[in-house]
């Protein structure tokens, strides 16, 4: 552990932090600006059924009178100390409404996530193994297809083929095995483009290098060249692209949930829209945040450790593969 | 990528500009679908007698035939026709999208990666938060801050695409500026919004197009995703996926899913070709 992986490590922190906390800062802003007074429209709701002195007790309560600045003081302190508030709505704390659910959006992210490695390697090593002239054109265009479909679309087709046509799993039981693979199915397709996109491009460099001619010219096969030489190298900035499709993951749970009718953070997400439950939406979407930058954090902080090309000079990371071009890359921007 | 540091140096090879135009035949295939795509945005009636909105009770849940191409929904209306006459709201919507991510994004970019310093710190900052929050979440509480509207949901897909713009134009712009040719331009005695204009903003642009033509086809993804969950305008609204999202009820007659899901995919696969076939010509 260099002098130099430390100094590197405390400024990604540092900076880690930081963004935490202006994102949080965001959202209030984006949150508070709501048109129209939902607050007061929930509260004067005649069918929740609040007297005058109620309402007045809950807007004390949760601080709604006070300076906007006040409270976002308030709200930011009570999110660095665990507190996320209380849920508008149901008048339970946020972090009990979140806790509730958060177990089913993991399985079904983790789920997809596992899905979409596995479809991304099975894709990617197969362009190195199937010739051009049977079908490794196919291979390479299933990343662009997987972009192009909606995940909805993919959930519908499943639910359809598999739920309807062939009876494999019922709607109305959605946390059943069957149910809960084909949800992960549905967010896995659009994540597994990206990162096969990235795998595809890096083991084509990969085996344009000096290294891989020497080894071919040594008579060595397809397979062993792949397996000794390809594989590691091209595999591992892999760890930072997955990093940044935790976002995807997390956005695209929202829409499997609703359209396998699963309970999880996004049909809270779903409820608190349309209730206009602005603390739960604060919460959620700056816990999303949260995550998204400590999985990157971790990834940043492992991937020097695991590759030995990355070499860190003066607090940065610099790398003689193109591990920016990677990172945008999972961001679509550039596919090499 | 190469460096256009002028008009004249473009022309120079007029042999290898039209080499660059020579288009593979899945880029015409492409360039086709988006060009009837974008005229049914135009001219919806042209390209159907059916209405989009009043249907004939009689002839509801019909299978795709060749009186309705897409078959009829519940209410017997002709879903080839709604899909069309939802076009222009689904490609417009896409189309302002990335039209707030290029200028919002660009012009941070451009900024930052030209002005250096403070201001560069400042926005990275602005940009690091726009990509930590989830895109999707970013839309879905944008939107739900400003309105359940098309329009809106454009909006919010647009804010959502602001960070990216941002980055690859910052990097274009910092490449650019340790060019040699403008450091020349410096020598011989360019003001900096003069070279800015002149020689930063066209380079950087060429990789900004093939980005904006992805995330025109992302946009319509985004947009579809919005109105699934019913954050666009109501019915009889017939957004692509509004359209979507009401077939989903109907499973059992599914062209009402497929018909308006086969187009969208569609469209975005042509889209996203073109842009694959921009960059490579770059």
């Known amino acids: 552990m260099s002098n130099a992986y430390l100094t590197y490590a405390a400024k990604r922190l540092g900076q880690a932090v930081v963004v935490i906390l202006l994102a949080y800062i965001f959202t209030f802003v984006v949150v508070s600006i709501l048109p129209g007074d939902p607050v007061t429209s929930v509260l004067r709701n005649p069918q929740n059924g609040f007297t005058e002195e109620e309402i007045a007790e809950i807007i004390a309560a949760q601080g709604l009178d006070k300076p906007i600045i006040v409270q976002l003081w308030n709200a930011l302190s009570g999110f660095l100390t665990g507190d996320l508030g209380m849920s508008m709505r149901s008048n339970r704390p946020v972090s009990t409404l979140i806790a509730e659910v958060l177990p089913s959006t993991l399985i079904l992210a983790s789920a997809g996530l596992a899905v979409a490695l596995v479809l991304a390697m099975l894709v990617a090593y197969g362009t190195r193994f199937v010739p051009k002239k049977y079908g490794q054109g196919l291979l390479r265009g299933f990343p662009s297809l997987f972009l192009s479909v909606p995940n909805f679309v993919i959930g519908l087709m499943l639910i359809h083929i598999f739920g309807f046509q062939l009876g494999l799993f019922r709607v109305i039981n959605p946390d059943s095995f069957w149910a809960t693979l084909f949800a992960a199915i549905a967010l896995g397709i659009p994540v597994s483009a990206q990162i096969a996109e990235v795998l595809i491009a890096n083991l084509d460099r990969e085996a344009e290098q000096e290294y891989a001619a020497v080894a071919r010219s040594r008579g060595i096969g397809q397979a062993r060249l792949f397996a000794t030489h390809l594989l590691k190298p091209a595999s591992l900035p892999v760890v930072t692209v997955v990093a940044l499709t935790i976002g995807e993951l997390l956005g695209g749970s929202l829409i499997t949930e609703t359209v396998f009718g699963r309970t999880g953070i996004g049909s809270l997400v779903q409820r608190s829209v349309s209730t206009q439950d602005l603390p739960v939406l604060q919460a959620v979407v700056s816990l999303g945040a949260v995550v998204f930058v400590l999985v990157n954090l971790i990834a940043d902080l492992l991937y020097p450790l695991l590759d030995p090309r990355v070499k860190i000079i003066g607090g940065r990371k610099r790398s003689p593969t193109t591990a920016d071009e990677t990172a945008i890359g999972a961001t679509k921007a550039v596919t090499p | ?282």
């Not at chain 2, 999208?97 to 900024?111: F, S, T, Y």
């Not at chain 2, 002005?115 to 690091?128: E, K, Q, Y």
């Not at chain 2, 929050?133 to 400003?146: D, E, G, M, N, R």
């Open chain 2, 1 to 282: 990528m190469s460096f256009v540091s002028n008009a004249r140096s473009r022309s120079l090879g007029s042999g290898g500009l039209l080499a660059g135009f020579h288009v593979p035949a899945t880029v015409a295939l492409s360039l086709l679908i988006v060009a009837i795509v974008l005229a049914w945005s135009v001219l919806p009636g042209l390209f159907t007698s059916y209405s989009p909105v009043v249907g004939v009770p009689a002839d509801k849940l019909l299978g795709p035939s060749a009186l309705h191409w897409f078959g009829t929904d519940h209410l017997g209306r002709d879903v080839y026709a709604r899909v069309v006459y939802g076009t222009a709201s689904s490609v417009s919507s896409a189309l302002i999208a990335v039209v707030i991510g290029v200028v919002v994004g660009g012009l941070i970019g451009l900024i930052s990666g030209f002005l250096g310093g403070w201001v560069d710190v400042v926005f990275a900052r602005l940009v690091d938060v726009l990509l930590a929050i989830p895109k999707f979440l970013l839309a879905v509480i944008v939107v739900t801050a400003i309105g359940f509207e098309t329009i809106n949901a454009a909006i919010a897909t647009g804010v959502s695409a602001v960070a990216i713009f941002a980055r690859v134009t910052r990097a274009e712009v910092i490449k650019t500026r340790q060019a040699t040719f403008v450091e020349a331009a410096y020598l011989s005695g360019g003001s900096r919004w003069f070279i800015l204009w002149r020689h930063v903003l066209p380079n950087a642009s060429r990789s900004v197009l093939p980005l904006a033509v992805l995330q025109f086809g992302e946009s319509i993804l985004v947009i579809a995703s919005l109105a699934f969950l019913g954050y666009g305008d109501p019915p009889p609204a017939s957004d692509w996926g509004l359209l979507i999202s009401i077939g989903k009820d109907y499973l059992k007659w599914p062209w009402l899913v497929y018909a308006p899901a086969f187009v969208t995919i569609l469209t975005v696969l042509s889209v996203n070709r073109i842009s694959r076939w921009l960059r490579k010509t770059d």
